[in-house]
């Protein structure tokens, strides 16, 4: 395709290969186009290497590939193929169902990566470094949700598959909601009105600040962890010495290797493992603490809530 100013595709349906190399002058739209593949290897599909992205109401069973460096807007999706945004400085994905794989992948620390209102019944949604933020993200049971790297913001997200936050920086998890299984292994983790009914989660490394306002699950804290927890009354946690956990009234903690462990009473606390919730340790956050839902890390001040807006006025723009 010859590079210009501006390329619309309204209504293509494409069967073969489509590639798009154009300039950073270059801006793509796709209206409603239909991405077929070819049989279960998906065929070529469609490919952006340049210039500036944007589709909107797309079917697509096919490969969906962009690796262009400007920016990618992706809205009303309906994918059962792979859809894969790669070098991209600024990716915003949105109202998108998904039965294939969708990857966001940055290959800068600044790259911004957002996904809004995404619905995952199969497959995998894979994030990889930079800035990200997921909001409104579901994945069913079955999906493995996958995010490496960066710092990353999650928020209003449900969970009844296997998700995975790792080698990150920084991890903010807001108003999360998980049936399934939560890995997270990062530097910060920062947590707030989160849900554990009836699944696992588990931290493996980093220093926590964590809220939980719901478990009829599993908690599990390994060894070397660090931070604070706060936890509803009747929960049981495994948490090593280096955790401090507060709680609304005297629940049984049984702790992990090398930390203490047994049962507290209201009136009383401790400094490490288990914490009467009636009490206040001078390291933990209360449940009626108040906090700011950008945490400490990357996402946190105005350069935080600038990101964030600058998001949804991206998504308005799309829409109208």
């Not at 945490?295 to 350069?303: I, L, V, W």
């Amino acid at each position: 395709m010859p590079r210009s100013e501006l390329v619309i595709a309204y209504k293509a349906n494409n069967n073969g290969k489509l590639i798009v190399n154009g300039s950073y002058k270059t801006h793509f739209i796709a209206i409603d186009p239909i991405n077929y593949g070819n049989g279960s290897t998906h065929g070529d599909g469609m490919s952006v290497l340049g210039g500036e992205l944007v589709v909107l109401g797309a079917r697509s069973m096919g490969s969906l590939n962009s690796t262009t460096n400007e920016s990618v807007r992706m809205h009303n999706i309906v994918n059962s193929g792979n859809v894969n945004a790669k070098g991209s400085t600024d990716m915003f994905m949105s109202n998108v169902r998904s039965s294939g794989n969708v990857v966001a992948e940055a290959t800068s620390s600044t790259d911004k990566r957002v996904l809004y209102n995404v619905t995952a019944t199969a497959g995998m949604i894979t994030v990889i470094g930079g800035l990200s933020a997921l909001y409104s993200v579901h994945a069913h049971a079955g999906v493995v949700m996958s995010i490496t790297g960066g710092s990353h913001f999650i928020s209003n997200t449900t969970n009844a598959g296997a998700l995975s936050v790792s080698a990150c920086t920084y991890v903010n998890m807001y108003n999360v909601i998980n049936t399934g299984t939560v890995t997270a292994a990062c530097t910060t983790v920062y947590g707030r009105k989160l849900e554990n009914n009836g699944g696992t989660v588990t931290f493996t490394s980093g220093d926590l600040d964590v809220e939980i306002v719901a478990n009829t699950g599993t908690v599990e804290v390994s060894t070397g962890v660090t931070g604070v927890i706060t936890a509803p009354s009747g929960t049981t946690l495994n948490v090593p010495s280096t955790v401090t956990v507060t709680y609304t009234a005297a629940p049984t903690t049984t702790a992990a290797s090398g930390s203490t462990s047994g049962t507290t009473a209201a009136s009383t606390s401790t400094t490490s493992g288990t914490t009467a919730a009636s009490t206040s340790t001078a390291t933990g956050t209360t449940a009626g603490s108040s906090a700011n839902l950008l945490g400490s890390g990357s996402f946190s001040g105005a350069s935080g809530v600038t990101f964030f807006a600058a998001a949804f006025v991206a998504l308005v723009a799309m829409m109208m």
